[in-house]
Each structure stands twice: as structure tokens, then as C-alpha cells.
């Protein structure tokens, strides 16, 4: 079995203490490469670390997280544009609009999406898509931009059936599903028989939201496998067919090499 975590914040100082033995672990649970999206200006340092450490096995994204838009959001947004010409990146990402927490900022939100998502059509990059209780907002941003000139993946997928119709509308978006859909209350479980199998990513949102039988631990790349066995058993398909077929999803939209070495 070859996983791909599409999206996984392995850089981050929850695994500082282990970060080898976690890509280690992971390796052996058969993920052959992880994806990295950025947050915001300190996040970089520590995953160009990584990518440099595991050319490889780690590829980045470049982008500013909707919840680190403030007050400031337009010279921390220039700071991640600069970044933008050193080196190759897979996607732009982690964009979005996140109102979960905090409404304030929701107009400069929306400036900082729609800037990021001109880049992605600029450089010819996916993106990786943040959105928490901000569907609409998130959709007529990218319908604003031009959705026939963009593609990429919703990650950590958890709206409704009707959310997941328009983005099936779109034609050129996927579908990120992680540890969510192993929680006994979770919806995804219901919603992701919908869902195209063309259509499908896995991810971990490492650290976050660790599957079950994990919950309450911190997540990894090597979790990766719960995912893919539930996801097997909605679907009625083999473990082997769902890494199959999201792995050669997840190559399909983003650009990184096909790792031979792990």
C-alpha cells in the first residue's frame, strides 16, 4: 500500500521532540509522501527545514492561513508573495475563510482569498482550501476569481450534501477526507458515498484531529492508514483500491514527483 497525506502540518513544534521517528513510522505504514501547507511567515522556516531534510518524501505549499488574517493582513501577505519565487511549490495553501472563531476580519479575509487564489491562477497551482462555517463566503470568492482558471482540493471536507454538490459543479475541485470521518457522529461517513471516487483525497491535518482509535493523541502521517480502512469499508472497496485511487488523485492535481525511494 502507497498513501499520500495531501495535507500534514509535520513541520510544526508538536513534533520537534520525534519529528524522524514520525516519518519513520509513517514510511512503514506505507506513506510514500506528505504534502505541506503553510500557515503564516513563521511556519516557513521549520517546513522549508523539512522539505530540505526529505526532498523526497516532504513537498511545500506556499499561503497565508484565514486565522492569521488581521489588522496587518497586507504586509503579511506580501511577506508569503515573496516567498513565492524561492523555490517550487506543489499548491497555494492553507487559504480560505475561517469564521468559526472570529467574524472581525471576514472583508480582509475575502481580500487575502481572492489574492491568493490569482496567484494559484498565475503559477498554474492547485489550492488547498481552509473553510470552517464560510461555504457561501468561500464560493462566491472563487466563482468572483473564475472557477474554470482554478482547481484544487476543500480540505478536511465537512459540509453538507448540498456544499458538496456545487463543489462537484466546479468540475476541477477534490474532496480532502481525514480522521473526521472515523468519529461515530460524524456525517462524512454518509456524505463521502456521494462523493466521485475521482474525487477523493486523503489527508491527516496532522497534528489535529487524530482518528479514531487515536482521539485525544496527537495526529501523524502513519494515522493515515484508519482513514483509508473506513473509507474502504463506505465505499465497499479494498484498502488497496482506496490507496490506489487517491493517491493517483492526489498526483493528478498536485505536482510533485512520484516518489520511488520510500
Known amino acids: 500500500m502507497k498513501l499520500i497525506d495531501s495535507h500534514t502540518h509535520l513541520y510544526a513544534e508538536n513534533f520537534y521532540g520525534d519529528q524522524e521517528l514520525v516519518i519513520e513510522r509513517a514510511k512503514a ?3 510514500i509522501a506528505v504534502l505541506l501547507p503553510n500557515i503564516d511567515e513563521s511556519s516557513i522556516t521549520p517546513m522549508f527545514c523539512l522539505c ?9 505549499m506556499m499561503g497565508l492561513h484565514p486565522t492569521s488574517v488581521d489588522s ?3 504586509s503579511r501577505l506580501q511577506a508569503i508573495e515573496r516567498m513565492l519565487t524561492k523555490r517550487p511549490y506543489c499548491g497555494i495553501g ?3 475563510i475561517d469564521l468559526h472563531w472570529e467574524q472581525a476580519y471576514l472583508k480582509e479575509q475575502r481580500i487575502v482569498f481572492e489574492e491568493q487564489l490569482k496567484w494559484s491562477v498565475d503559477m498554474n497551482l492547485p489550492v488547498s482550501i481552509h473553510v470552517r462555517d464560510a461555504f457561501s463566503e468561500v464560493f462566491d470568492c472563487i466563482y468572483k476569481v473564475g472557477v474554470e482558471r482554478l482547481k484544487g482540493v476543500f ?7 448540498d456544499e458538496l454538490e456545487e463543489i462537484k459543479r466546479m468540475q476541477r475541485f477534490k474532496i480532502g477526507v481525514n480522521g473526521i ?3 461515530k457522529k460524524s456525517a462524512l461517513s454518509d456524505i463521502i458515498r456521494m462523493v466521485p471516487s475521482t474525487m477523493l483525497l486523503l489527508e491527516t491535518d496532522a497534528p489535529y484531529l487524530s482518528p479514531s482509535p487515536y482521539r ?3 495526529n501523524e502521517p502513519a494515522f493515515l492508514i484508519e482513514v483509508v480502512k473506513k473509507v474502504a469499508e463506505e465505499l465497499q472497496l479494498s484498502e488497496d483500491t482506496v490507496a490506489d485511487l487517491t493517491r493517483e488523485n492526489t498526483l493528478a492535481l498536485f505536482d510533485i514527483p512520484y516518489p520511488t525511494s520510500n
Open 29 to 31: 505504514a506505507g506513506v
Open 52 to 60: 530540505d531534510e526529505h526532498p523526497e518524501f516532504a513537498f511545500p
Open 72 to 74: 496587518h493582513y497586507s
Open 94 to 96: 492553507e487559504i480560505g
Open 155 to 161: 480540505h478536511c471536507f465537512s459540509g453538507t450534501v
Open 181 to 183: 470521518v472515523t468519529f
Open 216 to 218: 485525544g493523541k496527537r
